[in-house]
DNA sequence: TATTGTTATACTCTATAACTATA
DNA sequence: TATAGTTATAGAGTATAACAATA
């Protein structure tokens, strides 16, 4: 009666449900909080950042696009909206004229001042205020580990189609990851 | 230069982006997955799914929306989806006349039987292979904590629009977690 | 009056593939 | 030939508020 039963044993499945909602619900609460602070996405707004960490000297597309969850295609779109709200600029690269830099701008910057905070703020809230920070250790290790080893994958602006096994589809992903803020 | 000091910790956000980054990985190789397998987005199937646990009693729609991250009137446009694909049913509830009630139909049964071996096959390569049993418990119990937490708020479907801070946001997104095959 | 669910509108985003230009 | 980035198109999804019906 009802659906099959799962081969992956409960314990996996609470792992995987507590993990995928956690992350789910403060995502969630970071786009809307974003929204209403900055007018960005939590997207855009981490695409912003990516580019903001580069500083004065910019980074290339396809490199912002490789640390996240947007197609080539999908962030040009959404650096479009960046460079429409003048936030961002984009240049030709001096030593690559198929790349193009974008840079961040004075507006940009400010932007990310005035936007960080509350989304940090709201991290801590939501996750950190919540843990020990024996946990918040531990969890960070693991999960750290696991990570690092789903990244170590080909890149998603390099993906050539073709018909694709569950494996590749999980290689594929492992480009996908979203940024975050570093604090270094 | 650059952006401003983050007032939370290194540790913090490296926690944070490890959650964030192993989540949405996993999360967007399955959505691809299933895209392959059963030509539902993940979001769909999780809906898919929490109808067809509920058996042939069916489920309402509120008590659908509470536990995933869509607005009703999101959720309202897929079952449409589900329902235009014949995998699901609604009627009107028997006792409450304002309420509808979600059901499995024997082809969305099918369906789940179809997609949950190869999601379930996904998350685990992705996800526990890479982790000892300690370590997977270890993240389940820190996690389902925060989880359970988060979720004990008010719920997104009687949500009303406000003026909202930081915590309302937070408080509101609780609800918008996701779903998960359970095992039992 | 509050809740349930749907609808309508407008908008944002994504997927896909084609396309240009450079390496 | 492969890579970098853009574009074009179409479709999917979302936010918002308004709405009808019932509690």
Same mark, same amino acid.
């Given at each position: 009666?009802?659906?099959?039963? $799962?081969?992956?044993?409960?314990?996996?499945?609470?792992?995987?449900?507590?993990?995928?909602?956690?992350?789910?619900?403060?995502?969630?609460?970071?786009?809307?909080?974003?929204?209403?602070?900055?007018?960005?996405?939590?997207?855009?707004?981490?695409?912003?950042?990516? @580019?903001?960490?580069? =500083?004065?000297? =910019?980074?290339?597309?396809?490199?912002?696009?490789?640390?996240?969850?947007?197609?080539?295609?999908?962030?040009?779109?959404?650096?479009?909206?960046?460079?429409?709200?003048?936030?961002?600029?984009?240049?030709?690269?001096?030593?690559?004229?198929?790349?193009?830099? #974008?840079? @961040?701008? $004075?507006?940009?910057?400010?932007?990310?001042?005035?936007?960080? $905070?509350?989304?940090?703020?709201?991290?801590?809230?939501?996750?950190?205020?919540?843990?020990?920070?024996?946990?918040?250790?531990?969890?960070?290790?693991?999960?750290?580990?696991?990570?690092?080893?789903?990244?170590?994958?080909?890149?998603?602006?390099?993906?050539?189609?073709?018909?694709?096994?569950?494996?590749?589809? =999980?290689?594929?992903?492992? #480009?996908?990851?979203?940024?975050?803020?570093?604090?270094?």
């Amino acid at each position: 009666m009802g659906i099959p039963e $799962p081969s992956i044993s409960a314990d996996e499945m609470r792992a995987w449900a507590a993990l995928f909602e956690t992350s789910n619900i403060v995502q969630y609460a970071a786009d809307r909080n974003l929204r209403d602070s900055v007018g960005l996405t939590l997207a855009q707004f981490e695409i912003l950042l990516r @580019i903001g960490e580069a =500083g004065t000297v =910019g980074r290339r597309m396809t490199d912002i696009a490789d640390s996240l969850t947007v197609s080539r295609s999908g962030l040009t779109y959404q650096v479009g909206q960046l460079e429409r709200k003048e936030l961002v600029l984009r240049q030709p690269a001096p030593d690559d004229d198929r790349s193009v830099i #974008a840079h @961040i701008t $004075p507006a940009g910057l400010d932007l990310l001042r005035t936007g960080i $905070p509350g989304y940090v703020d709201l991290v801590r809230e939501m996750l950190f205020d919540r843990l020990s920070h024996a946990d918040l250790m531990t969890v960070t290790e693991i999960l750290d580990d696991v990570r690092r080893q789903l990244k170590e994958q080909p890149k998603r602006s390099t993906y050539r189609r073709a018909r694709r096994s569950v494996a590749q589809a =999980g290689a594929d992903a492992a #480009a996908a990851a979203g940024a975050v803020p570093t604090t270094e």
